[in-house]
């Protein structure tokens, strides 16, 4: 069983910064094997994909953050970012880690961005 805790969520203003981060740990996984994805959930709407990495390192970003966010992985540490950058309010969400395509998930941080 592997669990996610993410942390580094908060309030900040529009234009501002935040890194979130996603540590694993438990069962008897080998993190560098693992992919990771970013998804995030506003009120009232679906959960979407933010950005993911591979095992080998290739990443993928929803077009709404292309160039303003950034998804990278320390395996000796087994934990996963997501450097956000020029936040806008339309990025207030929970944000949460997944594992594995979603076989695992975190319990979600939350980030507002005020305008």
């Known amino acids: 069983q592997v669990q996610l805790v993410e942390s580094g969520g908060g309030l900040v203003q529009a234009g501002g910064s935040l890194r979130l981060s996603c540590a694993a740990s438990?069962?008897?996984?080998?993190?560098?094997?693992?992919?990771m994805d970013w998804y995030r959930q506003a009120p009232g709407k679906q959960r979407e994909l933010v950005a993911a990495?591979?095992?080998?390192?290739?990443?993928n970003y929803a077009d709404s953050v292309k160039d303003r966010f950034t998804i990278s992985r320390d395996n000796a540490k087994n934990t996963v970012y997501l450097q956000m950058n020029s936040l806008k309010p339309e990025d207030t969400a929970v944000y949460y880690c997944?594992?594995?395509?979603?076989?695992?998930w975190g319990q979600g941080t939350q980030v507002t961005v005020s305008s």
């Open positions: 997944a594992a594995y395509g979603g076989a695992y």
């Open positions: 438990g069962g008897t996984f080998i993190f560098r094997f693992m992919p």
């Open positions: 990495i591979t095992s080998g390192g290739s990443t």
